[in-house]
């Protein structure tokens, strides 16, 4: 569920984006074009300001969980083990 949501919203902010070029292009009047565009990307920002909190949430919540290379406290001992091996074969 957390990924659909991440999905949607990453959606969401590239057709808010597609929408700001659509009038930044296609409006004759260029003050109307203008204060489309900005409307446009200003829910684009608005969109990724939520998406950013959303992702902070759900690690905290642990609905997502960050890999290894990420977070390298939660290794286990086979990839220990792989990484004493490299360590010693390049000495």
């Known amino acids: 569920m957390t990924k659909i949501i991440i999905i949607i919203l990453f959606i969401a902010m ?3 984006l597609g ?3 659509y009038h930044l ?3 004759p009047d260029e003050r ?3 204060d489309k565009v900005v409307k446009s990307l200003t829910w684009r920002i608005s969109i990724w300001v939520v998406l ?3 992702i902070l949430l759900a690690i905290k919540m ?3 969980k960050p890999s290894n290379s990420v977070n390298p406290v939660n290794f286990n001992q086979e990839q220990q083990q792989r990484i004493d091996a490299d360590k010693s074969q390049q000495e």
Do not use: P, Q, Y
């Open 52 to 54: 950013f909190l959303f």
């Open 62 to 64: 642990e609905w997502l």
């Open 32 to 34: 109307d074009a203008g």
């Open 14 to 16: 590239v057709v808010s």
């Open 19 to 21: 929408n700001g070029l």
């Open 25 to 27: 292009l296609k409006t």
